[in-house]
């Protein structure tokens, strides 16, 4: 297992580049899908984004609010860097619980559906408020790195579960 930090830079890019050869039309069937822009050491999130886009989709991004909260505005806009350095979008009033998917950032993921995030809650808190794939809800995919699928990784009861895994070299249905 190898640290995010420890990646060169061409692996990072050439793992962006095979995320966005996947066939995100068929996992992303519906007009809203959520995506998030990625940080220097994640799997890099602006060729799936463009993919939306060409595909026509409304491409809608989190924005950071207190209490570990998310809200979302649209990629369409200008992306203005956060104090954390991430980039975010212009507020917008978007119900995620509209998306066909979800895409969610995750540090590990495991095949039993569990995730581990960076440990704030944001994504977790977000969607408690949203139904699950298989109660009518959107489809929740973690993009990550190919070695960083295990068979489960730690969680706890309010650690929502995914439904897809979504590797530079593979797609996996957890469900």
């Known amino acids: 297992m190898s640290s995010r930090s420890a990646r060169s830079s061409a692996e990072i890019s050439a793992a962006g580049s095979a995320l966005g050869n996947h066939d995100w039309a068929a996992m992303c069937k519906g007009q809203l899908v959520t995506c998030f822009v990625s940080m220097a050491t994640e799997p890099p999130t602006t060729q ?3 993919k939306l886009c060409e595909l ?20 369409d806009t200008e992306l203005v860097k956060n104090s954390y350095g991430i980039y975010e979008p212009i507020p917008a009033e978007i119900d995620i619980s509209n998306a066909s998917a979800i895409l969610i950032p995750a540090l590990r993921v495991g095949r039993d559906g569990s995730r581990l995030g960076r440990g704030a809650g944001y ?16 489809l929740r995919i973690c993009l ?9 990784v730690p969680s ?4 929502a579960l995914i439904d897809v895994i979504v590797t530079p070299s593979q797609i996996l249905q957890i469900n």
């Open 48 to 50: 799936v984004r463009t």
């Open 56 to 75: 026509g989709k409304d491409v809608a991004l989190p924005i950071m609010k207190p209490g570990n909260s998310l809200a979302w505005g649209f990629d």
């Open 123 to 138: 994504y977790d808190r977000a969607l408690a408020q949203v139904p699950t794939y298989a109660s009518g809800g959107p």
């Open 144 to 152: 990550v790195f190919d070695d960083e699928v295990d068979e489960s």
């Open 156 to 159: 706890e009861v309010h650690d």
